[in-house]
């Protein structure tokens, strides 16, 4: 989808920077990630609602997607230091 959205983006917008387009891309994504994991552990913790950890992993793995854009090179590594173990 998000090829299909650059390659119209450029046939309309010729000057268009798809690299640019796909790094601001990647860390919206890795910003709405974060925040999704962490309101997950939000519902378990604060609220007891454990059925809401089931959906980490998915969520997860959308997170290391997004961080291996060159971009967020130093994000990637905090995260790999901070990450609490997987149950």
């Keep these: 989808m998000l090829?299909?959205?650059i390659k119209?983006?450029?046939a309309a917008e010729p000057g268009s920077n798809p690299a640019s387009f796909a790094e601001l891309y990647a860390i919206m994504s890795a910003q709405r990630n974060t925040r999704l994991l962490g309101t997950f552990a939000r519902?378990?913790?604060r609220d007891?609602?454990?059925q809401?950890?089931?959906?980490?992993?998915?969520?997860?793995t959308y997170l290391h997607r997004s961080l291996a854009h060159p971009a967020l090179a130093a994000v990637r590594q905090w995260v790999r230091r901070q990450?609490?173990?997987l149950v």
Excluded at 52 to 60: A, D, F, N, S, V
């Design 83 to 85: 990450r609490p173990p």
């Design 52 to 60: 809401y950890l089931r959906h980490q992993p998915r969520i997860w």
């Design 43 to 45: 519902l378990n913790l």
């Design 3 to 5: 090829t299909r959205y």
């Design 48 to 50: 007891g609602k454990p």
């Design 8 to 10: 119209a983006r450029r």
